[in-house]
T-cell receptor, first 116, second 115 residues
């Protein structure tokens, strides 16, 4: 089990640039989550998918943020244009969902985004 | 709606002392409950989970937690702290009713272990 794989681990970009974060969930998992972690706000859920379909995107802060899951083994989180306040650690997590939330989340090691 | 409250954003204990990290939940039905640990520059790792079986749950690294419905609590304990336990700990809750796969996290407790 390779775990949830995120890339890149670190991203430094300038304000206004497009940023794309990538995630490969654990094979066989059918739910995927994107979280953002900052000192000020803690861990925030941005969006989650069940069976590649976005279920709840109410946590996406602005239209500058978008997420896709084209297939069961890949998801992207895009920020366009990026702003300094987007600087945070972004986590992807996956789980095996079959009704009822008893299957725990498995987290990747995160992408640390710095927007200057 | 579900929510989690972790009392104490910072806890310090001496090496070898009891670790007690508090978690209270708010839910209209008994939820599923989880404790996660986060080491620096890493993602969250599952320590243990409660899913309506035994109320005392044992996890990894000597940690355990007890579900107390009357107190709506799920406190995390470890009899003897080790230096390697220094980390951030998160309590989380999810809904067992199959209405979605939403997890709600507490704000975290930073554990410091003093040698």
């Amino acid at each position: 089990d390779a775990g949830v794989i995120q890339s890149p681990r670190h991203e430094v970009t300038e304000m206004g640039q497009e940023v794309t974060l990538r995630c490969k969930p654990i094979s066989g998992h059918n739910s995927l989550f994107w979280y953002r972690q900052t000192m000020m706000r803690g861990l925030e859920l941005l969006i989650y998918f069940n069976n590649n379909v976005p279920i709840d995107d109410s946590g996406m802060p602005e239209d500058r943020f978008s997420a896709k899951m084209p297939n069961a083994s890949f998801s992207t989180l895009k920020i366009q244009p990026s702003e300094p306040r987007d600087s945070a650690v972004y986590f992807c997590a996956s789980s095996s969902y079959s009704g009822g939330g008893n299957s725990p989340l498995h987290f990747g090691n995160g992408t640390r985004l710095t927007v200057t | 709606a579900q929510s989690v409250t972790q009392l104490g954003s910072h806890v310090s204990v001496s090496e070898g002392a009891l670790v007690l990290l508090r978690c209270n939940y708010s839910s209209s039905v008994p939820p599923y409950l989880f404790w996660y640990v986060q080491y620096p520059n890493q993602g969250l790792q599952l320590l243990l989970k409660y899913t309506s079986a035994a109320t005392l749950v044992k996890g990894i690294n000597g940690f355990e937690a007890e579900f107390k419905k009357s107190e709506t609590s799920f406190h995390l304990t470890k009899p003897s702290a080790h230096m390697s336990d220094a980390a951030e700990y998160f309590c989380a809750v999810s809904d067992p009713r199959g209405t979605g796969n939403q997890f709600y996290f507490g704000t975290g407790t930073s554990l410091t272990v003093i040698p």
